[in-house]
């Protein structure tokens, strides 16, 4: 696992490692008091860096309590349990939280700007919005950030990135099998047998929709290809788009779609609580990746509880929840696996343009809306 999301990262996104310990040298028998006095002083001292962050954390749990109010693109799995960690730290803090798709929390942000009454956006926040929200979030660094590699600083100032995604197809076997189709790839979803039949998100409100807009426009000449254009418009044509992301792989799973375009954590979770009669399929023609991250609501209420919960999710404790829930945390040089990913060098994986993509977004997302009103 430490090697795939190392490879992972170097094409997530454009922006390192820090270690750090102590040791001392043991008295010499032959010392003066005064020296062996001092080294019973530093033997007193706190013996690492990381156990005065520890006990630094503790006073920081003691202090901690008012509200917390989160919105959240999140599913319900890795939320209860990142936020459910959160809370055991921090059990003087009380939590509400209002779930909802990325673009539904960035339109009430924006529409709550001169009475913000969320602290927090978890999750659902990707490159893209710095360049056309940062105005709705706070300047904030976490102190963890440092642990980050490279391609997972908060190089903007707003977004602390936790874990990166990577798109994949979702197949229900026994739908899969009556269509008399075998699901490979992306060109498989153009066949007639499956119109109607393949499940997307809408990539102008859910990001893991947006995600698999620029997988598809990767894998077949780019943002700016009319190849790539052409692809879309036929795939749309089989297309259905659902109101929300979770829709999606829930639909596929219930027999409601052949085929979701979808992302990896979500199926991944519902493989490793037992799901059958599914199964993930990277496309043939390659994968990419997004970083995701979370940032803190512009002038909220809760300003010193939404910082403790950004340093939370870089902390080693939530990112090996990360990678429990089946993501890819951001964090690679935690050593811990997950049976349920495969490693990057088994997938067709791709790095795509995000800071094209990212600086393009608006102009994409006009494009794919005018070609879904032709449908």
């Known amino acids: 696992m430490r090697k795939q999301v190392a490879l992972l990262l170097g094409a997530v996104m454009t922006a390192g490692l820090i270690t750090g310990c102590g040791g001392g040298k043991a ?36 202090a901690a309590s008012g509200d917390l109010n989160i919105y959240t693109t999140v599913s319900d799995l890795q939320y209860n349990a990142i936020v459910g960690a959160f809370q055991e730290k921090y059990p003087d803090i009380k939590i509400s ?30 490159y893209a919005d710095t360049l056309t929200y940062s105005d709705l979030f706070e300047t904030y660094v976490c102190k ?27 197949v229900n076997d026994e739908l899969e099998k ?8 992306y060109e498989d979803l153009l066949n007639p047998a499956l119109k109607g039949q393949v499940a997307n998100g809408d990539p102008t409100a859910s990001s893991s929709a947006w995600n698999q807009l620029q997988c598809v426009l990767t894998d077949f000449g780019g943002y700016d290809s009319e190849e790539a254009w052409d692809f879309i418009d036929k795939l749309m044509d089989n297309m259905v788009i659902t109101d929300g992301s979770s829709a999606v792989y829930k ?7 052949t085929v979701g375009m979808t992302y990896e954590p979500a199926c991944v979770q519902m493989l490793s609580e037992g799901a059958e009669g599914v199964h993930i399929v990277y496309p043939k023609e ?17 300003l010193d509880n939404a910082k403790l919960f950004m340093d939370f999710l870089e902390s080693d404790e939530c990112q090996a929840i990360y990678n429990e829930c089946g993501a890819r945390q951001a964090n690679a040089n935690l050593d ?10 088994d997938i067709n994986y791709k790095a795509a343009d995000t800071e094209g993509l990212a600086k393009n977004q608006e102009d994409i997302l006009n494009r794919w809306i005018e070609l879904w009103k032709t449908k």
């Open 27 to 62: 008295a010499d028998p032959t010392t003066t008091a005064a020296p062996e006095t001092k080294a019973e002083t530093q033997a007193e001292a706190p013996e690492s860096k990381e156990e005065a962050t520890e006990a630094e954390t503790k006073e920081e749990a003691a």
């Open 97 to 126: 939280y209002t779930q909802a798709g990325a673009g539904e929390c960035k339109t009430r942000i924006q529409a709550e700007a001169d009475n913000p009454q969320g602290d927090v956006m978890f999750g659902g926040l990707v």
């Open 144 to 170: 963890n950030d440092d642990k980050m590699p490279d391609e997972f600083k908060n190089t903007t100032g707003v977004l602390t990135y936790h874990d990166a995604q990577i798109p994949c197809l979702w």
């Open 178 to 185: 009556k269509a008399g189709v075998t699901i490979t790839g």
């Open 251 to 257: 639909g596929v799973y219930n027999g409601e779609y």
């Open 286 to 302: 390659g994968v990419t990746s997004i970083a995701f991250g979370s940032a803190i609501i512009k002038n909220c209420k809760n």
């Open 336 to 345: 811990i696996e997950n049976e349920w990913l495969p490693n990057l060098s």
